[in-house]
Each structure stands twice: as C-alpha cells, then as structure tokens.
C-alpha cells in the first residue's frame, strides 16, 4: 500500500511539474509564431521657430508618423526654418524638414547663398534634398505705404525699397521680381532689412515699400494697416509667366480682396512654396511608408493649422523644385 501511495504521489509531481513547463513555455497562437517588436526609427522633423507655421505643421506630422508606421518614433524640433534646415538635412540631423522651394533649388543648384565661387561665399550645391511635398504658397506680398505713390512696380524706381535680409530668400525673390520688371537696384535705394525690420519701417514711413514674402494674411501687414494705409502692388500676369519659366519654384497666386483693410481688389502675385524634403539616403521604405501616412492622414495636419489644409495630393508636386526621392515616387506612382 506504501509502495502504491509513493507511485500516486511522484505521478502527480510529475504532472504539475509537466503543467508548469507547459505554461511558462509562449504559445504560438493557431500555429504562428509572435512577431519581434519593431525596430525603433527615429524621425527628426527640422521646423521653424515655435510661433511661425512650420512648428505646429511638424508636430502634426510626428503624430501622425508615430501612429502609423511600426517602431516610429519622431519628434519636431525647433530651428532657424529653410536655410538651417538645408544644413540638418545635409549633416543627416533631419529626416524630414520644412524648407521654401526656392531655398532648397539654390542648395541644388548652389546658387544665390549656396554660390561657392569666389564672390559668391556659400557652401556650394547640396546634394542630399530630395523632395516629398509642396505644402503651402509663402507668397510674395509688395508692400508700398500709402504716400509713396506706388501703385505698380515701374513705380519703384527712384524710391527706397526693403528688399530683404542680405543672403536671405526675400532677397533673392526681391532681386528676380524687379529685374523680370527690367529694373536693377542701381535704379532703386535698395535697403537690406529683416522681415521684423522692413515691416516696422514700412509703418514710419521710413522706407516706401518692402518685399515681405510669408502666407497670408500676414500678421505684421495686418498691424501696419491699422495705423498707416498701405497699397498691396501686384504683379503683372506676363511677368508671372515670364517668372515661372526662369524659376520653376515660383508659382502664380491671388490675395483675396479683403484680405487687407482698404484692399478692395483681388491681387495677382507669385508665391514660393513650403515643402517638404528627405535625405537622398533614407531608406526607400521608410520615405514610402512616410509619404502614405502623411496623405492618408490629412485631417490631422488641418486640425494642427490652416495651412496644414492646403497639402492636398492633387496639388503636392506644384512648385517641386527637387527630384523626388524614389520612395515617394513610388507612393505618386500608385495613387496618380
């Protein structure tokens, strides 16, 4: 009887034992095998400062990367927007940026403030950007106080204009318009002024017009319409015409009437384009994965700011001013 009770008792030893192997052992799940955790991709998304459009827009971004594509995690940082952003784009900072189109074709192309030659200062062509998007026109707003009597922009010769920061895109865009016009800054008082500088100057009375490149409405035309009267100059259609096929960044635009106060009619003009770029070396996988989550998803980058509307798949590739990188490429390729 001894004998049978120390058989019963190792059997069941035997059987917890069996139990608890079993049960520390990981199921498979109707025959398949758990999948590892997904690689972590990190995603630096180079903006702006925090207060303009470009921050908000790559927070919504990084939301909606690390929603949707598997092990992602992304962040938007602030920065000095366009040039700066070249610059981590090149040093591989950045996988994502924010950068005016005009800014990333003179990296391309290293022209304007990329010009390496002897004169010219700059870095030379940067050959790591390749597009994804355009996003939204920055447009080229002309300025020109009430008192000025300029109401084209014939009517600048002779008169002290802010032009811009030296080496700056507003610049750049200045010296295009007024020579599409055939006019030179030998035949204007060209003043180089930041944008925070033109438009308080703009408001004294100390300079007559000023090139203020930004979405509109701008927040610092609106300020200096309430306490000076201001003319919005536009651009002529042929010069337009004649602009796009010299710089295939520009694109054409409309100010709505009353936008302004006291701008009772609709004014043509031009417009670069914020867009987005990617590294030439990002994983063809990863742009493409990046490049679906953004157009499947652009309820999120509306709700993040008005701006964040006008990225629309039928008009992504307006304005582009750099190879597409073949990741995305491939999602156009599908969806169009």
């Known amino acids: 009887m001894l004998k049978w009770n120390r058989m019963l008792v190792v059997l069941i030893t035997l059987a917890l034992v069996g139990a608890l192997i079993v049960g520390c052992t990981p199921t498979e799940g109707n025959g398949e095998e758990e999948e590892p955790p997904a690689e972590t991709?990190?995603?630096?998304?180079?903006?702006?400062?925090?207060?303009?459009?470009?921050?908000?827009?790559?927070?919504?971004?990084?939301?909606?990367?690390?929603?949707n594509i598997d092990g992602a995690n992304a962040?938007?940082?602030?920065?000095?927007?366009?040039i700066a952003n070249v610059q981590l784009v090149e040093d591989g900072d950045a996988q994502l940026a924010l950068i005016q189109n005009d800014i990333s074709y003179y990296?391309?192309?290293?022209?304007?403030?990329?010009?390496?030659?002897?004169?010219?200062?700059?870095?030379?062509?940067?050959?790591?950007?390749?597009?994804?998007?355009?996003?939204?026109?920055?447009?080229?707003?002309?300025?020109?106080?009430?008192?000025?009597?300029?109401?084209?922009?014939?009517?600048?010769?002779?008169?002290?204009?802010?032009?811009?920061?030296?080496?700056s895109g507003t610049e750049a865009n200045a010296r295009q318009i007024l020579a599409a016009h055939g006019i030179t800054y030998d035949d204007i008082d060209p003043d180089y002024l930041s944008f925070a500088e033109a438009a308080d100057n703009l408001r004294d009375g100390h300079v007559d017009a000023a090139f203020i490149t930004a979405g509109f409405p701008t927040a610092a035309i609106t300020e200096i319409t309430q306490v000076s009267d201001v003319d919005i100059?536009?651009?002529?259609?042929?010069?337009?015409?004649?602009?796009?096929?010299?710089?295939?960044?520009?694109?054409?635009?409309?100010?709505?009437?009353?936008?302004?106060?006291?701008?009772?009619?609709?004014?043509?003009?031009?417009?670069v384009m914020?867009?987005?770029?990617?590294?030439?070396?990002?994983?063809e996988e990863l742009a493409y994965n990046m490049t679906k989550a953004l157009f499947e998803n652009l309820d999120v980058l509306?709700?993040?700011?008005?701006?964040?509307?006008?990225?629309?798949?039928?008009?992504?590739?307006?304005?582009?001013s750099l190879p597409l990188h073949p990741g995305v490429q491939k999602y156009f390729d599908e969806v169009m």
Do not use: C, W
Request: aromatic fraction near 6%; hydrophobic fraction near 40%; proline fraction near 4%.
């Open 41 to 67: 991709v990190f995603i630096s998304i180079a903006t702006g400062g925090t207060g303009g459009v470009y921050y908000p827009l790559g927070g919504a971004m990084a939301k909606i990367f690390n929603e």
């Open 75 to 82: 962040n938007a940082e602030a920065t000095g927007a366009s």
């Open 107 to 167: 990296a391309l192309e290293g022209i304007e403030m990329y010009d390496d030659d002897e004169d010219g200062g700059g870095k030379g062509k940067q050959e790591s950007l390749r597009g994804m998007a355009t996003v939204y026109p920055e447009t080229i707003q002309i300025v020109a106080h009430g008192d000025s009597g300029i109401e084209s922009v014939e009517d600048m010769v002779g008169k002290k204009v802010a032009v811009g920061d030296i080496g």
């Open 233 to 271: 100059v536009p651009v002529a259609q042929d010069v337009i015409d004649a602009l796009k096929v010299d710089y295939p960044f520009y694109t054409g635009v409309e100010i709505p009437a009353g936008t302004y106060r006291g701008q009772d009619d609709v004014i043509n003009t031009v417009a």
């Open 274 to 283: 914020a867009m987005l770029v990617v590294p030439a070396d990002m994983d």
């Open 302 to 320: 509306a709700a993040a700011h008005d701006r964040g509307a006008d990225l629309q798949l039928e008009s992504a590739l307006d304005g582009m």
